[in-house]
């Protein structure tokens, strides 16, 4: 068992409507609220409100048909289903239908073949946001610690290969560190392309099977990590569902300190120009500080740039070179519609979240 979801989420244990087979009535109106379509798969918890159990369903309590035997915190997976009567919600055979209805996207996650694949899963899909220990982990100094602890030198020179330099960026360099992060592991292995590559949740397991202690407080600490690289292919796979495109990883460098870096465009309306695609960027620094950087990129080639900085020296000179920045830009074919610079943290409040009891579509 991994540690951490498991203390941030329900168990996602299966409820006896797997067994039972009782579809649940939605009225037509409700079903339109909540934007349903015929053959969507979706995920309700079980609710407890007053002396009552309730379906919670992206954020609407629905009434319980009686006789069911259900406890608070149980995970549903159900199917929505449109008759002449008005819609069902039908529960969904995990074994089958849920690995069918995953298998062609290129997000990997965990198989529901068994009850503990589905417990996996449903923790990770509930995992609130949360500091990322591969931000700590990847410390310089808390890498040579641990890897002195591992006493493997194949890891050793495996994880250097992993590492960035900051002074010797690139393009191609940033590319590899991506496709390397652990967030694509499943996708390439499944299209036969992982022989070869270096790969951060594969390191991160062979490090936890060359410790002698797989109890130790380090071992704790490696598990949490591989929790924060799943739960974030599980959110891409949710976003995908919502038609967004959202994958987040965090990049190690060989002379600064590790980078959190996040992809994210919300879902084009009908009728509508796409949307801002947009790039967040995380790290705390010796010198400059704890920085945060939100670019937005529209039109192809228009860029707004949001900065927040805790040090006012960092604060006051970036104010200072933004006309440089904006000419650094151009010079590049892009245009900076607007430079804001925050003297503060970042607000803490996540892009795209779904809490639990939240509508995660698996169907497409």
């Known amino acids: 068992m991994f540690y951490g979801p498991e203390q941030t989420a329900p168990t996602g244990r299966l409820s006896p409507i797997y067994l039972e087979g009782r579809p649940l009535p939605l009225a037509t109106p409700i079903a339109q609220q909540l934007g349903l379509r015929e053959g969507q798969i979706i995920q309700a918890t079980i609710e407890l409100r007053g002396d009552s ?20 915190g149980d995970a549903l997976w159900l199917r929505a289903n449109r008759g002449a009567n008005g819609w069902q919600l039908k529960p969904v055979d995990q074994g089958a239908e849920h690995a069918t209805a995953l298998e062609p996207l290129p997000i990997p ?13 449903l923790a990770l899909s509930l995992r609130p946001p949360m ?19 591992a006493a493997n030198p194949e890891l050793t020179a495996l994880f250097q290969r992993l590492q960035l330099s900051m ?5 191609n360099s940033l590319q590899n560190a991506v496709m390397s992060s652990g967030f694509w592991f499943e996708a390439l292995l499944g299209s036969g392309q992982s022989a070869g590559r270096a790969d951060m949740k594969s390191m991160l397991r062979r490090l936890i099977r060359s410790l002698d202690d797989k109890e130790s ?4 600490k490696l598990h949490k990590a591989i929790d924060d690289i799943e739960s974030s292919q599980v959110e891409s796979l949710a976003a995908q569902a919502r038609g967004e495109i959202s994958f987040a990883m965090v990049l190690p460098f060989v002379d600064a300190n590790p980078v959190e870096i996040r992809f994210f465009r919300p879902a084009r309306r009908p009728g509508q120009e796409a949307p801002p695609f947009s790039v967040d960027i995380h790290t705390e620094n010796e010198t400059l500080g704890e920085i945060w950087l939100k670019t937005s990129i529209t039109r192809a080639s228009h860029v707004d740039l949001m900065m927040w900085a805790m040090k006012d020296s960092v604060y006051r000179l970036a104010r200072l070179h933004s006309e440089k920045l904006g000419s650094r830009l151009t010079q590049a074919g892009l245009t900076m519609d607007s430079f804001r610079v925050f003297h503060s943290a970042r607000p803490s409040l996540p892009e795209s979240w779904n809490p639990p009891g939240a509508m995660l579509d698996v169907s497409a």
Do not use: H, Y
């Open 53 to 72: 159990l309730k379906l919670l369903l992206n954020g609407k309590l629905l009434d319980l048909p009686p006789g069911l035997r259900f406890s608070p």
């Open 109 to 121: 996650v965990m198989p529901a073949t068994e009850p503990a694949g589905i417990s996996r899963l």
């Open 167 to 171: 002074r010797g960026l690139s393009s």
């Open 217 to 220: 407080p380090v071992a704790g």
């Open 131 to 149: 500091p990322s220990t591969l931000l700590e982990l990847f410390q310089p100094a808390q890498v040579t610690s641990l890897l002195q602890t």
